[in-house]
């Protein structure tokens, strides 16, 4: 018999091969087609509104038992989806991502719809392909008692908001996991076993992967989503909610719906890309004319986000004028009381609005709420002595200014003592870690607590 495969270390987990895993990268990221039609394999694509941000499916090449469950976190602005798809030319398989709009879920229902009947196809016919590459009888009798059923592992808010629509529209049992406790299955998943996972960012090193290791505790964990919760982890699932802030993911969203044409989140992201926060924000050069060096501060250090808002806003009467790099504008009118005063006082120099451009008001954004969410995390890094800080949550998006924010924030203030590290699939550990507590029956896991202690006894 061949040597016992490697194993995810969590009690009541899934009992997953990881043993040569590999993240995806050389296949272009796509939006999943309204009209595709699903089926087996690591060519399917699933039909839905909803799109991936990226495509890094987890490839599990020595994976080759079913996975009759998926999982979904449903937040207050996204919603993220993990499943299991067989390849078609190996025996393994993959982990896949996908992620749709909240507000969207009928999205969200159809493509799961949809997956679940590939999913009972695919299980209807497996057991004899099965039998054929594990030789074991009663393995296949086991997994085939598991398989009579598909399950959706759900977490986040809507698990509950949803419930019993997904158990309606979906005719299946939705088991409903609490929301910290995936998100902690899933970041210990990702640190521990999943190699190129983890990696710390800075501008002269952008991607600086971090080796897995099974030695991880304590940590913080900062998970920014619509808002953001900051979770001290001592152990594997013992963990406790130490802080957080209403200003997060949801905050940008919502402001930058006001301000700017963005149509989405990641339309604000490529706007911030392309932005110049010092036409908005006032800087430590704007007041000293170069930097603080005493205390530290740059020339280019933020004083003050929007700071040069109020200053040009003052110098005109007619307004604000937001544009962006295709014509679009957005036009806030000045009081007309106060324009028609100084019109007679001033002179036609009024009579044109503020005008700012969404990119850089988009920028100055991003980096103002990153800076808040950077900060609170040290703080409470060095109220609970924790030197490592995790930074999850589909907020992130591996977008650049952010994590070098975060990164620059986490360094600054600790003096280089503690570090700041991000992930791949920052958005999807309450998704993974709901994927992961689905438990058949005698299913084992790696370097568990309970495992130790039965050791220790023998």
């Not at 590999?22 to 509104?49: C, K, Q, R, T, W």
């Not at 004899?128 to 085939?144: F, L, M, W, Y």
């Not at 998970?223 to 130490?242: A, E, H, K, T, Y």
């Not at 650049?400 to 003592?417: D, H, K, R």
Request: net charge negative.
């Amino acid at each position: 018999m061949p040597s016992s495969p490697r194993r995810i270390p969590y009690p009541g987990s899934i009992r997953i091969n990881v043993e040569g895993a590999f993240i995806v990268d050389d296949e272009p990221a796509s939006s999943i087609s309204p009209n595709a039609i699903p089926l087996p394999g690591s060519a399917a694509v699933i039909s839905g509104a909803g799109r991936k941000t990226h495509n890094r499916d987890i490839v599990l090449p020595h994976h080759t038992a079913d996975v009759s469950h998926i999982a979904v976190d449903i937040g207050g602005s996204l919603a993220k989806l993990v499943y299991f798809t067989r390849d078609d030319d190996s025996i393994g398989g993959r982990i896949n991502f996908a992620m749709f709009e909240t507000e969207k879920i009928s999205d969200l229902i159809g493509f799961m719809s949809k997956l679940i009947s590939v999913k009972r196809q695919s299980i209807s016919g497996s057991s004899s392909e099965t039998s054929s590459i594990n030789g074991d009888a009663n393995q296949v009798a086991d997994a085939a008692s598991e398989k009579k059923q598909i399950y959706i592992m759900a977490t986040g808010g809507g698990a509950y908001k949803f419930y019993d629509r997904l158990r309606k529209e979906l005719d299946v049992e939705i088991w409903q996991e609490d929301e910290m406790e995936c998100l902690i299955v899933g970041l210990d998943f990702f640190i521990t076993e999943i190699p190129f996972e983890v990696f710390t960012y800075s501008e002269q090193n952008p991607m600086s992967f971090v080796s897995a290791k099974p030695d991880i505790y304590p940590y913080l964990l900062v998970n920014i989503g619509s808002g953001v919760s900051m979770i001290m982890v001592s152990g594997p699932r013992q963990f406790v909610r130490i802080g957080g802030s209403s200003l997060g993911g949801g905050t940008l969203w919502g402001l930058l719906s006001l301000l700017t044409g963005a149509k989405s989140f990641d339309d604000m992201l490529l706007m911030a890309s392309k932005g110049d926060n010092s036409n908005v924000d006032m800087l430590v050069g704007d007041i000293y004319g170069t930097g603080y060096d005493r205390i530290g501060l740059k020339s280019s250090t933020i004083a003050s986000s929007f700071g040069k808002v109020f200053k040009k806003r003052l110098q005109s009467t007619d307004g604000v004028e937001i544009s962006d790099s295709t014509g679009s504008s957005i036009r806030i009118e000045g009081d007309q009381d106060e324009i028609e005063e100084n019109g007679e006082e001033e002179g036609a120099e009024f009579s044109t609005p503020a005008r700012f451009k969404a990119e850089d008001i988009s920028r100055s954004l991003l980096y103002a709420i990153s800076n808040n969410i950077g900060q609170i995390a040290y703080l409470q890094a060095q109220r609970y002595n924790l030197q490592h800080i995790y930074f999850g949550g589909s907020f992130i998006r591996g977008h650049p200014q952010t994590m070098n924010t975060l990164s620059y924030a986490i360094n600054f203030w600790s003096n280089g003592e503690k570090k700041a590290y991000f992930l791949r699939h920052e958005g999807y550990l309450g998704a993974v870690g709901a994927f992961l507590k689905r438990q058949p029956t005698g299913w084992g896991r790696k370097n568990s607590m309970e495992d130790v202690r039965k050791a220790a006894e023998l």
